[in-house]
């Protein structure tokens, strides 16, 4: 069984930002290092994160439209509402400060941030 070529490209990703992270030490934080949206094991606080069918946390970016591609089956808010997109265009609302499943089976395309 052939493993996926974006899995094998996420792997590939994550291996690379963890060596640079180990070689590169420790350097202050500025506003350049600082991520709108990315990749976690865990649902940071302020943020509107859906979880891969993976495991894998996508923490979303603020207010508005963030456009995703992939399946999805569980979702969080910590302080805003949010509404999850499919493709065929049905949806999932997860209200502020909550959690719920999500249909692991249909592709999302958008998580649609409230403020």
Do not use: F
Not at 63 to 68: D, F, H, K, L
Request: glycine content about 10%; hydrophobic content about 35%; some cysteine.
């Amino acid at each position: 069984m052939q493993l996926p070529k974006k899995h094998i490209t996420r792997a590939a990703v994550a291996l690379a930002l963890g060596v640079g992270t180990l070689m590169g030490g420790s350097s202050s934080a500025s506003a350049a290092d600082v991520h709108p949206q990315y990749w976690n094991y865990k649902c940071d606080e302020g943020r509107v994160c859906i979880y891969h069918i993976t495991g894998q946390v996508w923490n979303a970016d603020g207010c508005g439209a963030n456009p995703v591609h992939d399946y999805y089956n569980y979702a969080k808010t910590h302080g805003n509402s949010a509404r999850v997109w499919y493709k065929d265009y049905t949806w999932d609302l997860i209200p502020a400060w909550s959690e719920r499943t999500l249909d692991g089976h249909k592709l999302a395309i958008g998580v649609d941030v409230y403020c």
